[in-house]
């Protein structure tokens, strides 16, 4: 089951973090079609929000067809947003982690690492450069 948390710090929204994690874990292949959500409640509880926050977020999942509602039972995935590139996570995710261990040996904290990667990440690519 996923474990929902939330950044004060990111400058968004409490609802579309958690839509952002579900898509997160979908893309992943952490949830697939049948599991359960946690409860609206239990997720309020324990990110410390309002469960009408919470709701809206289950309500978008919904509308894009990744969550049903089951009354009296939960709210359950539905739809998937991996792909067949899925095999490819784990040597990729080994040689990210790789990389973050340089980047702490070299002396960057998380921020730095997150400012590195986000700045990068957002580069566009010259075709020069892809090799």
């Known amino acids: ?18 839509i952002h994690q579900v898509r997160q874990a979908l893309r992943l292949g952490l949830l697939s079609e049948g599991d359960r959500l946690p409860t609206v409640k239990d997720v309020a509880t ?11 977020a289950y309500r978008e999942l919904e509308y894009e067809g990744l969550v049903a509602k089951k009354p009296g039972v939960g709210t359950f995935v539905s739809g998937t947003l991996s792909d067949a590139s899925l095999s490819e996570h784990e040597p990729l995710r080994q040689e990210l982690l790789r990389w973050l261990d340089k980047a702490r040996s070299a002396g960057l904290n998380e921020e730095s690492i997150e400012a590195l990667f986000l700045s990068t990440f957002r580069t566009p690519q010259h075709p020069e450069e892809e090799k």
């Open 46 to 56: 324990k990110v410390a929000i309002n469960p009408n926050t919470v709701l809206k």
């Open 1 to 18: 089951m996923i474990e929902f948390h939330l950044d004060a710090r990111s400058g968004v929204a409490p609802y579309m973090q958690l």
